[in-house]
């Protein structure tokens, strides 16, 4: 597998970057990728079907020049910022075996990132919900997928040194909560792990058996896929 550590100017090009890599494995033209990216500014990311009005507190977000964005993933919606690592595995789908369907997808990904992460935390992982990891009952990190033909994307957030109140002021609580959140708040259901970004990256990398640095990047159609969908209204706020 190949490997990116690419973090892009603006959230959209980072969105964008994700489904160009996707598309490009789904061609054939590319092989199967790991990426990682650390946003460096605060912006909301709506899952595809979520409700912006719903799902973020949009006058918070106006009022302070937070922007709003939707990948093109399912999932719920999440507040990025400095603190965070993001990570994309871009993988084949097989005739057969746990990838052919979406629930073996997300089963055969999250007990290879909670084997891969367990020897870095103290209290343990655990595989909360349809796509959670958490430790000790809190969650670290919301992951979703997209399928297309002949490929797919499984992508997420790792929780590792984020300004966590943040989340309470830009996002509202989730329409759609997992049994074990139990109601809690943002602040009472998150946690950040207090890891360094690389040691995350190298345990990744080493599960996934990424060691081969992907050599060019399609800078041009992730530019030009920013500028047309994930930098427009009518894809951000679509519902």
Wanted: charged share 20%; aromatic share 8%.
């Amino acid at each position: 597998m190949k490997y990116i550590d690419l973090t892009l100017p603006t959230p959209a090009e980072n969105l964008a970057c994700d489904e160009i890599l996707l598309d490009l494995c789904d061609a054939g033209l590319e092989g199967e990728i790991l990426r990682f990216w650390e946003p460096q500014s605060p912006f909301v990311v709506l899952g595809y079907a979520n409700h912006a009005a719903v799902e973020a507190n949009l006058p918070a977000c106006e009022a302070h020049q937070i922007g709003v964005f939707r990948r093109c993933s399912g999932g719920g919606t999440v507040l990025q910022g400095i603190g965070c690592l993001n990570y994309s595995l871009i993988l084949r789908i097989p005739e057969s075996g746990p990838l052919a369907t979406i629930t073996g997808t997300n089963d055969f990904i999250l007990q290879r990132q909670q084997t891969a992460l367990a020897p870095l935390l103290q209290a343990g992982v655990q595989i909360h919900g349809h796509t959670d990891l958490a430790t000790g009952n809190l969650k670290f990190s919301g992951n979703a997928q997209r399928r297309k033909r002949k490929s797919l994307i499984f992508h997420g957030t790792f929780l590792l040194q984020f300004d966590l109140p943040l989340i309470e002021k830009f996002l509202r609580m989730p329409s759609k909560q997992p049994d074990y959140r139990q109601q809690r708040s943002h602040t009472d259901f998150l946690t950040n792990l207090n890891l360094a970004p690389q040691l995350v990256k190298q345990a990744l990398q080493t599960a996934w058996h990424a060691t081969e640095p992907l050599p060019q990047v399609p800078t041009d159609a992730i530019r030009d896929l920013a500028q047309a969908k994930y930098s427009t209204h009518d894809w951000n706020f679509r519902f």
